[in-house]
């Protein structure tokens, strides 16, 4: 299959690196900063289309559905980053956002060849998760014309699914094959053609935008606090200490024992101090109000 990479903008030859290996290290990694501050103003650019994809994947959430991310390569592992984090995060269930990559499991820690180019296979992973219409399908490609990313693009549509594409060319063909196209611009890389450079950092931070726009909206961040994460390790369970104790304006020993009564549960525990009630009717006004605390107070 022949692709032409010279209409793609991430395969564009930058200028201001041109005589990169010529340079000292400083001069060097000068450039590349440079260039990486060119990022931010890329996504800021498509910040109403981020915001149209949150809205769409906080519904999905709201409804039982699920984020489920699909890209090969640097785009794929970007992706299973995010979902791997969101339930020690957030305390989420592992499959409320799940990330797919061309190449299985084995492909996360070393590259799988050819695997990118296969749309059958992009189907097939998508088959088995059951996707449905209350999932939303984020396909992540650089590029924008991976063939396993379209096929589960494609597959998704074909049931009902939203289907958001993440691309840094325009008008690429996720991009036109998608119900919201996110695609932050950010120019020919320092070595040309390693999109895992600006356009990987872009595709970071969209997906951390996704997930922690839909997370707030949901009601998984009171204020700025993580105030459902999940206790796994001696740091985090200082941390529930301390979110409690900036949440309720109180000290350690209240909010240690409140988070004992409540079996470790921020969000009860902020909603009993600051209210002044039992646990169990902290936990039955968050179940009455959907998780939300600042109702919950009401």
Not at 7 to 21: K, P, W
Not at 78 to 106: F, R
Not at 109 to 123: C, F, H, R, T
Not at 176 to 197: C, H, K, Y
């Amino acid at each position: 299959m022949k692709i032409d990479l010279n209409t793609m903008v991430t395969e564009g030859r930058n200028q201001a690196s041109e005589a990169i290996d010529t340079l000292s290290t400083l001069d060097m990694l000068k450039v590349i900063n440079n260039e990486d501050k060119k990022v931010a103003l890329a996504v800021e650019r498509v910040l109403p289309q981020i915001a149209e994809a949150v809205d769409k994947i906080s519904a999905a959430f709201t409804l039982g559905g699920r984020l489920i991310y699909c890209g090969a390569g640097t785009s794929g592992r970007l992706g299973i980053l995010d979902a791997s984090e969101c339930p020690p995060t957030y305390g989420t269930p592992s499959a409320m956002v799940v990330g797919l990559i061309a190449g299985g499991h084995q492909a996360i820690l070393k590259a799988v060849e050819n695997a990118e180019d296969n749309p059958i296979q992009g189907e097939r992973d998508l088959r088995e998760l059951h996707i449905d219409r209350r999932d939303v399908l984020v396909g992540i490609a650089a590029s924008g014309r991976t063939p396993y990313v379209i096929g589960a693009m494609t597959y998704a549509k074909s049931v009902g699914a939203t289907v958001v594409a993440l691309s840094c060319n325009p008008d690429s063909p996720i991009s036109r094959l998608a119900d919201i196209a996110i695609e932050p611009v950010v120019g020919p890389e320092v070595v040309t053609g390693s999109s895992r450079m600006k356009a990987g950092t872009a595709q970071k931070l969209v997906l951390n935008m996704l997930t922690t726009g839909a997370m707030i909206r949901i009601g998984k961040v009171y204020g700025n606090l993580m105030v459902d994460v999940e206790a796994t390790n001696a740091k985090l369970v200082q941390r529930q200490i301390n979110i409690v104790m900036q949440a309720c304006g109180c000290d350690s020993l209240v909010a240690t024992q409140a988070l004992q009564q409540c079996g470790g549960h921020c969000k009860t525990a902020i909603v009993m101090i600051l209210a002044n009630l039992s646990a169990d009717r902290a936990k039955h006004l968050l179940d009455k109000n959907s998780g939300f605390i600042r109702p919950s107070l009401k």
